[in-house]
Nanobody, 124 residues
Framework: QVQVVESGGGLVQAGGSLRLTCAAS????????MGWFRQAPGKEREFVAA????????YYADSVKGRFTISRDNAKNTVYLQMNSLKPEDTAVYYC?????????????????WGQGTQVTVSS
């Protein structure tokens, strides 16, 4: 089993940066693909970024490509989401997710494990 806890959210002005952290428990963390998703009020949860178990492959939603970077440190059981050039439309609750199958993380919202989310608010 894997448990994930997000942190690092907050209030930032447009154009600013934040780094989200997803801390995972479990000895098998390094075998899981990881992803970040977000959900804005009144909208469905959407994919933001994903990273393979080794960190060798990364995927991004078009809306964040070039601004966000996902990375992981398997020695620390941690995944990061560096968010630069933030826009008001990036405002949402951001969730970390884990699944053994990369395809599930990238193409669905049915990953096996989810965190409780961290709020990101970008003011204009």
């Amino acid at each position: 089993q894997v448990q994930v806890v997000e942190s690092g959210g907050g209030l930032v002005q447009a154009g600013g940066s934040l780094r989200l952290t997803c801390a995972a428990s479990g000895r098998t963390f390094s075998s899981y693909s990881m992803g970040w998703f977000r959900q804005a009020p009144g909208k469905e949860r959407e994919f933001v970024a994903a990273i393979s178990w080794s960190g060798g492959s990364t995927y991004y939603a078009d809306s964040v490509k070039g601004r966000f970077t996902i990375s992981r440190d398997n020695a620390k059981n941690t995944v990061y989401l560096q968010m630069n050039s933030l826009k008001p439309e990036d405002t949402a609750v951001y969730y970390c997710a884990a699944d053994r199958i990369l395809h599930t993380v990238v193409h669905t919202i049915r990953s096996e494990y989810w965190g409780q989310g961290t709020q990101v608010t970008v003011s204009s």
